[in-house]
T-cell receptor, first 111, second 109 residues
Framework: DAGVIQSPRHEVTEMGQEVTLRCKPI?????LFWYRQTMMRGLELLIY????????DSGMPEDRFSAKMPNASFSTLKIQPSEPRDSAVYFC?????????FGQGTRLTVV | GNSVTQMEGPVTLSEEAFLTINCTYT??????LFWYVQYPGEGLQLLLK?????DKGSNKGFEATYRKETTSFHLEKGSVQVSDSAVYFC????????FGAGTRLTVKP
């Protein structure tokens, strides 16, 4: 398996634009997580899914953020409209059993 | 509830120095405990784990022992290398992993 795949690796967008981050988890993993990482706040759990169902979205900062998992092999995190304070590295991770596997992350810059 | 408390960084050491990063937990029962590592520009990856009291996890020269009497899971390495420079995260539980700020380690030649 190629591991957790995130796209794009880098995204630069203008304030107010819609941004969609994508994640392909490892096949067979039943948990999927979205995290945001900044120097100020460290690693924050935004939302996680179990068997494609959102379980806890209490970390989603505001209504501008939404996440979906239409099937077991794909998830998206959408920010609309984006703001400069959303600039961060966003990680997706998938898990089954005892270990979580992380993607390489998407570095988002909102100017 | 269950939680972990990890030593705040940053930690700066010279090559070949001894490393300890403290981690303590509070829990009802004995949760599995993990150390994850994040190298620059990458996502987190599992470094080692222990699933029950007195277990010792080890990997890449790092060790951590699950000690129920002190509710601790401290990370240790006898001789660090420059390549160990990374952020280290201690956590418990499987399906609600929040990690926190981690401890940034910088090893200087």
């Amino acid at each position: 398996d190629a591991g957790v795949i995130q796209s794009p690796r880098h995204e630069v967008t203008e304030m107010g634009q819609e941004v969609t981050l994508r994640c392909k988890p490892i096949s067979g993993h039943d948990y999927l997580f979205w995290y945001r990482q900044t120097m100020m706040r460290g690693l924050e759990l935004l939302i996680y899914f179990n068997n494609n169902v959102p379980i806890d979205d209490s970390g989603m900062p505001e209504d501008r953020f939404s996440a979906k998992m239409p099937n077991a092999s794909f998830s998206t995190l959408k920010i609309q409209p984006s703001e400069p304070r959303d600039s961060a590295v966003y990680f997706c991770a998938s898990q089954t059993g005892a270990e979580a596997f992380f993607g390489q992350g998407t570095r988002l810059t909102v100017v | 509830g269950n939680s972990v408390t990890q030593m705040e960084g940053p930690v700066t050491l010279s090559e070949e120095a001894f490393l300890t990063i403290n981690c303590t937990y509070t829990a009802t029962g004995y949760p599995s405990l993990f150390w994850y590592v994040q190298y620059p520009g990458e996502g987190l990856q599992l470094l080692l784990k222990a699933t029950k009291a007195d277990d010792k996890g080890s990997n890449k020269g790092f060790e951590a022992t699950y000690r129920k009497e002190t509710t601790s899971f401290h990370l240790e390495k006898g001789s660090v290398q420059v390549s160990d420079s990374a952020v280290y995260f201690c956590d418990r539980v499987l399906h609600d992993m929040r990690f926190g700020a981690g401890t940034r380690l910088t090893v200087k030649p």
